[in-house]
């Protein structure tokens, strides 16, 4: 056997070339090991509790709740720089349009006589508030349709009509078809444990039967969902995003297979939309399915998958700069402490170009455009001259060359948001949008079937798009199950659109 060194070669340049490679290839997996030790070990966001965040622990959410500090206002900070004891944040009324019930607490009959023997009279009163919630009431609705018969006659008996209903035969009315898909999709609750919600009150309902109302009422409600891919479309700005899904009884697939769930949102500022589609595939026939007739600037990640769509004429394709921070973000951490690196220069310039979009964030289309040409063009451009020199000075197997690769290859959709006041920075809403899918995913964990999986896409598009029009989803549920059924024409059905009804109530 020969010798180790015996097989290295002879050629000097051919040698040093080896020798790059391997200290490249060792500080790749250097990296890679320093990135996975934070992740595991480091100090993570939900350690600064956020009392709006999804994450918190359900067993110490409690604990962790009571030690928040609420956020001060900027008339408040000089204050609690002086008194650093903790302080309850400002108590927030109660919303006026909640039905009140007035309780009158009077003195009692012996303490209305004073002791100079004359009576106390009213001069005036102290009012406060308490909320109170009543638990869920579940009750019968007997429908009694009388039946009519002429006695002088022999004409046949006429039985009163009984009102369309969204599944007939069913004993699911509208208001538990709304507070199953409210609970299901907008609560992130297994259809189990509404099974068990239900049988705490004496009413048995197999989960499969629940399931099966819940896909029908997404069949039913297709029409409204047409309407708002319409609508989706009649702006020329929109976000697309996709997650993954486990789907256990796909004809033909195993089940531990991948699907997708598709987000797309948009539509006009003041009537934005949200639609899910299920996809058994990630390839890009499924962009071009679902955009298929779009014009206008599509904003995604830098997945290939939507080559074709932007490729197409009179699509104009966007890339997202929080994709291209987190990469530095990565390279930072990676970074030896206590020095300042080539990531922490790059991210000094993109956090000065979110700097920018925070200042811009109540300005007009027009004026956030001028802006951009002002304030954030020199930017980008000093940005774009530390790329140059910056990229060929890096190993592209690290994290800094991997974030510099992805700045580089990116760059021309990156840059397009400066084109037009209108026009996002990054992808955030439709991450956004996609994030109570992924939540409610940790619950429910998979689609059983595919129709589940269709279902689940429908009725999140829903729910997420009356949510982003200001509705309460359950009120709107029922308001619209209610009257679905009767809707025969297109102007019926967009009466019922969030951004058409009027506005609705839970109660």
């Given at each position: 056997?020969?010798?180790?060194?015996?097989?290295?070669?002879?050629?000097?340049?051919?040698?040093?070339?080896?020798?790059?490679?391997?200290?490249?290839?060792?500080?790749?997996?250097?990296?890679?090991?320093?990135?996975?030790?934070?992740?595991?070990?480091?100090?993570?966001?939900?350690?600064?509790?956020?009392?709006?965040?999804?994450?918190?622990?359900?067993?110490?959410?409690?604990?962790?709740?009571?030690?928040?500090?609420?956020?001060?206002?900027?008339?408040?900070?000089?204050?609690?720089?002086?008194?650093?004891?903790?302080?309850?944040?400002?108590?927030?009324?109660?919303?006026?349009?909640?039905?009140?019930?007035?309780?009158?607490?009077?003195?009692?009959?012996?303490?209305?006589?004073?002791?100079?023997?004359?009576?106390?009279?009213?001069?005036?009163?102290?009012?406060?508030?308490?909320?109170e919630i009543i638990p869920m009431?579940?009750?019968?609705?007997?429908?009694?349709?009388?039946?009519?018969?002429?006695?002088?006659?022999?004409?046949?008996?006429?039985?009163?009509?009984?009102?369309?209903?969204?599944?007939?035969?069913?004993l699911a009315s509208p208001s538990?078809?709304?507070?199953?898909?409210?609970?299901?999709?907008?609560?992130?609750?297994?259809?189990?444990?509404?099974?068990?919600?239900?049988?705490?009150?004496?009413?048995?309902?197999?989960?499969?039967?629940?399931?099966?109302?819940?896909?029908?009422?997404?069949?039913?409600?297709?029409?409204?969902?047409?309407?708002?891919?319409?609508?989706?479309?009649?702006?020329?700005?929109?976000?697309?995003?996709?997650?993954?899904?486990?789907?256990?009884?796909?004809?033909?697939?195993d089940p531990t297979a991948q699907?997708?769930?598709?987000?797309?949102?948009?539509?006009?500022?003041?009537?934005?939309?949200?639609?899910?589609?299920?996809?058994?595939?990630?390839?890009?026939?499924?962009?071009?399915?679902?955009?298929?007739?779009?014009?206008?600037?599509?904003?995604?990640?830098?997945?290939?998958?939507?080559?074709?769509?932007?490729?197409?004429?009179?699509?104009?394709?966007?890339?997202?700069?929080?994709?291209?921070?987190?990469?530095?973000?990565?390279?930072?951490?990676?970074?030896?402490?206590?020095?300042?690196?080539?990531?922490?220069?790059?991210?000094?310039?993109?956090?000065?170009?979110?700097?920018?979009?925070?200042?811009?964030?109540?300005?007009?289309?027009?004026?956030?455009?001028?802006?951009?040409?002002?304030?954030?063009?020199?930017?980008?451009?000093?940005?774009?001259?530390?790329?140059?020199?910056?990229?060929?000075?890096?190993?592209?197997?690290?994290?800094?060359?991997?974030?510099?690769?992805?700045?580089?290859?990116?760059?021309?959709?990156?840059?397009?948001?400066?084109?037009?006041?209108?026009?996002?920075?990054?992808?955030?809403?439709?991450?956004?949008?996609?994030?109570?899918?992924?939540?409610?995913?940790?619950?429910?964990?998979?689609?059983?079937?595919?129709?589940?999986?269709?279902?689940?896409?429908?009725?999140?598009?829903?729910?997420?798009?009356?949510?982003?029009?200001?509705?309460?989803?359950?009120?709107?549920?029922?308001?619209?199950?209610?009257?679905?059924?009767?809707?025969?024409?297109?102007?019926?059905?967009?009466?019922?659109?969030?951004?058409?009804?009027?506005?609705?109530?839970?109660?």
């Amino acid at each position: 056997m020969k010798d180790g060194a015996d097989s290295l070669p002879n050629d000097p340049v051919l040698l040093k070339q080896m020798l790059l490679l391997a200290q490249g290839k060792v500080t790749q997996l250097q990296e890679q090991n320093a990135l996975l030790l934070q992740r595991l070990f480091g100090r993570k966001s939900e350690q600064t509790v956020d009392p709006d965040s999804p994450q918190l622990s359900l067993l110490n959410e409690a604990e962790a709740l009571l030690d928040v500090v609420p956020k001060a206002s900027a008339e408040e900070a000089d204050e609690e720089v002086v008194a650093p004891t903790r302080r309850r944040g400002k108590r927030k009324p109660l919303p006026a349009e909640l039905p009140r019930v007035e309780v009158i607490h009077e003195l009692p009959e012996h303490e209305l006589r004073c002791t100079c023997g004359a009576c106390k009279q009213v001069i005036g009163e102290e009012t406060s508030e308490q909320l109170e919630i009543i638990p869920m009431q579940v009750r019968v609705i007997r429908h009694i349709r009388k039946t009519y018969a002429c006695k002088a006659c022999e004409t046949a008996p006429v039985t009163a009509d009984k009102p369309a209903q969204l599944i007939e035969k069913s004993l699911a009315s509208p208001s538990v078809l709304a507070m199953l898909l409210t609970t299901k999709y907008a609560d992130g609750i297994p259809l189990y444990r509404f099974e068990k919600m239900l049988s705490r009150h004496g009413v048995d309902i197999p989960r499969q039967t629940l399931a099966r109302w819940v896909i029908q009422c997404g069949e039913q409600l297709q029409p409204l969902l047409n309407l708002m891919r319409d609508k989706l479309f009649e702006y020329p700005v929109l976000h697309c995003d996709e997650t993954r899904l486990q789907v256990l009884h796909e004809p033909g697939r195993d089940p531990t297979a991948q699907s997708w769930m598709w987000v797309q949102t948009g539509g006009p500022p003041d009537k934005p939309v949200i639609l899910f589609d299920y996809s058994t595939s990630r390839a890009q026939e499924v962009p071009l399915r679902l955009l298929d007739g779009y014009r206008g600037y599509l904003m995604t990640d830098d997945y290939a998958g939507y080559n074709a769509v932007a490729a197409q004429d009179g699509v104009e394709r966007l890339a997202c700069w929080a994709h291209a921070r987190r990469k530095f973000v990565d390279a930072q951490k990676v970074q030896p402490k206590g020095k300042t690196g080539r990531a922490d220069m790059a991210l000094n310039l993109i956090n000065k170009l979110y700097g920018i979009e925070r200042d811009l964030k109540e300005a007009s289309d027009s004026e956030r455009l001028a802006a951009r040409q002002q304030r954030s063009q020199p930017i980008l451009e000093q940005l774009n001259v530390w790329l140059d020199k910056t990229q060929s000075q890096v190993a592209g197997q690290t994290a800094l060359g991997k974030a510099v690769n992805y700045l580089a290859s990116n760059w021309s959709r990156l840059v397009r948001y400066v084109e037009g006041g209108q026009l996002p920075i990054d992808n955030n809403r439709a991450e956004n949008a996609i994030r109570p899918f992924v939540i409610g995913r940790k619950n429910w964990l998979f689609s059983d079937t595919p129709k589940g999986a269709t279902a689940s896409a429908q009725i999140y598009s829903l729910i997420e798009t009356a949510k982003a029009n200001g509705r309460e989803p359950y009120a709107w549920l029922r308001y619209i199950l209610e009257r679905l059924p009767a809707a025969s024409s297109v102007e019926s059905y967009e009466a019922l659109l969030p951004w058409n009804c009027m506005p609705i109530t839970a109660s």
